[in-house]
């Protein structure tokens, strides 16, 4: 049974990985061109520009010299965004396997993992060189791998393994910090250790994994960069250390906040097409079957029904899934909170809520199951996952995946035009 759904995990990626390479995007905007010339400069600094993602590009320049090794081409570009491909098949491959061996429900786990691939921010980001892709996939990785681990009795070899994860999920994104709770609730949730081993054990953790991410930092600019702390110039190592958050430049920059918006824009263009596609408000409860609003309408009742059935049925819900609650508890709201504060109105950072929104509502629809028609219910679960992993499909691969398949097309490209004109120059799409 093993190898049989080895074979079909391994079919549907290649199935995945051959759909997706036709409709690669062809897409050029300022973060996904700034990130390939970086690498494409091939010096370690250029690597480290960006302290906010220190693996990202790095990662980038090893793997753009790997495959100059093998195949000296110039289509950096489709190289990069080939990775991030690769990396989003890596994760749905072990989503699958892992959801499977938690919950015991192979046909559920593809359809789960379908309705994720299919999410616009998940989608869109897995065909294009940008960073959210890869850190959000290591955070739902640890997430997963720490329910499985702690019910295994959570080894020290597992801690371990979830220690290296959350560090690396940290060089990938440096907001990763502020999931740093998911490893310790697992570890006082254990069973298998004094309250006071627990205590010590913790402290251990965060410490090294605190020290680990400061040595990093202080490796990185004050050696490879070669910062200093003299004048506060642009040679400064706080200048460098943060810089994505620098007034003006990004982040919060000056101006009325209205988080609810941002929100609400952040949120719905994670799950259907995004912003520059559709009217600014979509939903309208008011003009429901409207053709502009109707998919939308029933993404917000979807999503309202669901955690308005996970309040009523908490109960159950709670005894149910009680320790993967409280680990989510330090993934999810966290998340929310810190991303809509930040910069909530772009979907690139609700590409992790939407993953953790999609094992949430599992968790609720799994706790109304009745014990009495468990193959209705199973059925039901199936069958609602289906429709609006279809829905998600039609429309996002109809008006997000085809068009940006379709180019180069140009975003904001303001002062890099002559190397992004460059970029876009690629000898693969002309044979």
Not at 9 to 16: D, G, K, P, Q, T
Not at 195 to 221: E, H, N, P
Not at 238 to 261: D, P
Not at 374 to 398: C, D, E, Q, R, W
Request: a positive charge; proline letters at 3%; hydrophobic letters at 50%.
């Amino acid at each position: 049974m093993k190898k049989i759904r080895f074979l079909i995990i391994s079919l549907i990626l290649v199935f995945l990985f051959l759909f997706h390479l036709r409709f690669l995007s062809r897409n050029f905007d300022w973060d996904s061109c700034v990130y390939a010339l970086n690498i494409q400069k091939n010096r370690i600094e250029s690597a480290f520009f960006n302290p906010h993602h220190l693996g990202f590009e790095s990662s980038g320049l090893l793997y753009w010299r790997w495959i100059q090794s093998i195949y000296p081409t110039t289509d950096i570009m489709f190289f990069l965004r080939l990775r991030i491909l690769v990396s989003s098949l890596i994760f749905i491959g072990i989503f699958i396997w892992i959801f499977q061996k938690l919950y015991k429900d192979f046909f559920l786990a593809i359809l789960l993992a379908m309705c994720i691939q299919f999410s616009q921010a998940f989608w869109f980001y897995s065909l294009h060189n940008d960073t959210p892709l890869i850190h959000s996939c290591l955070m739902a990785l640890l997430f997963l791998f720490t329910v499985y681990f702690l019910r295994g009795g959570l080894k020290q070899w597992h801690l371990i393994l979830l220690w290296c994860l959350q560090l690396f999920s940290i060089y990938f994104h440096q907001s990763n910090v502020i999931h740093f709770g998911i490893v310790p609730s697992a570890i006082l949730l254990s069973q298998n250790r004094s309250f006071g081993k627990k205590l010590r054990t913790i402290f251990i953790y965060l410490t090294l994994l605190g020290v680990a991410t400061i040595v990093s930092y202080l490796f990185v600019g004050f050696v490879i960069l070669k910062r200093g702390l003299g004048p506060i110039d642009e040679k400064h190592f706080s200048f460098w250390m943060f810089l994505y958050a620098a007034i003006n430049r990004w982040g919060m920059s000056e101006g009325e906040k209205n988080y609810f918006h941002y929100f609400y824009r952040g949120i719905g263009d994670a799950f259907l097409v995004f912003q520059n596609v559709t009217p600014k408000f979509r939903v309208d409860f008011s003009n429901f079957f409207s053709k502009n609003h109707i998919l939308y309408n029933l993404n917000a009742l979807f999503w309202m029904f669901t955690m308005a059935m996970g309040l009523i049925n908490f109960r159950k819900l709670w005894k149910t899934y009680r320790s993967e609650l409280i680990i989510m508890a330090f993934w999810l709201p966290p998340s929310i909170c810190f991303y809509t504060w930040w910069e909530g109105y772009f979907f690139e950072f609700w590409v992790g809520t939407v993953i953790a929104l999609w094992i949430l509502n599992f968790y609720i629809f799994q706790s109304m199951t009745l014990s009495s028609l468990p193959v209705f219910s199973k059925s039901l679960l199936h069958t609602i996952y289906i429709t609006i992993g279809g829905l998600f499909f039609l429309t996002n691969f109809a008006f997000s995946t085809l068009p940006r398949s379709i180019g180069p097309k140009f975003g904001y490209i303001e002062g890099i035009q002559g190397p992004v004109l460059k970029l876009a120059d690629e000898s693969i799409y002309q044979r």
